[in-house]
């Protein structure tokens, strides 16, 4: 699974949003569905934000999410 979901695993992954109570939130219900789903965030090489606003101010990490059977597969995956 690859994509934007509108949230972050760490307060790290973005810059330029507000933290407050829903923003953590949201960190921990994304962190729980990953666990549920039994998921893996696989490393980014390269740049650490993958998406950014047009004027430069919020700046976010897009995740790879995979599988233990397809990391197995593709065991150097980045």
Same mark, same amino acid.
């Given at each position: 699974?690859?994509g934007?979901?509108?949230?972050?695993r760490f307060?790290?992954e973005? @810059?330029g @949003?507000?933290?407050d109570l829903?923003?953590?939130?949201e960190?921990?219900?994304f962190?729980?569905? @990953?666990?549920?789903?039994?998921?893996?965030?696989?490393p980014?090489v *390269?740049?650490?934000y993958?998406w950014y606003c047009?004027? *430069?101010?919020v700046k976010?990490?897009i995740d @790879?999410?995979?599988?233990?059977?397809w990391?197995?597969l593709?065991?150097?995956?980045k």
């Open positions: 699974m690859l934007d979901f509108n949230s972050v307060e790290c973005r @810059i @949003i507000r933290r829903t923003y953590r939130t960190m921990e219900k962190n729980g569905f @990953i666990e549920k789903c039994e998921l893996l965030d696989l980014v *390269g740049r650490k993958m047009p004027n *430069g101010l976010s990490r @790879i999410l995979v599988s233990q059977a990391l197995q593709w065991p150097d995956s």
